[in-house]
């Protein structure tokens, strides 16, 4: 909260590594126990970029079906 208007800026001005970074983290993080969460993190980085589709393939080789599914279901 004390740093919004600096994250404002950024997306502002086009930069958006650091909120993609920030998704990718909590994505990853909920990935075990709220795919749902997962899935929506990086369906929100597809908005900007489509860094996300990575993640794809790698739910699907470590078969996580839930972050898989909810990502493609959030990206869309």
Do not use: H
């Amino acid at each position: 909260f004390v740093m919004a208007d600096k994250a404002r800026a950024e997306l502002r001005l086009g930069q958006t590594d650091a909120t993609i970074f920030v998704c990718f983290v909590l994505a990853l993080m909920w990935q075990q126990r709220r795919p749902i969460l997962a899935g929506a993190a990086l369906g929100f980085i597809a908005n900007f970029k489509f860094q996300s589709v990575v993640m794809i393939p790698y739910y699907a080789v470590r078969r996580r079906w839930g972050a898989c599914f909810w990502t493609v279901f959030w990206s869309v």
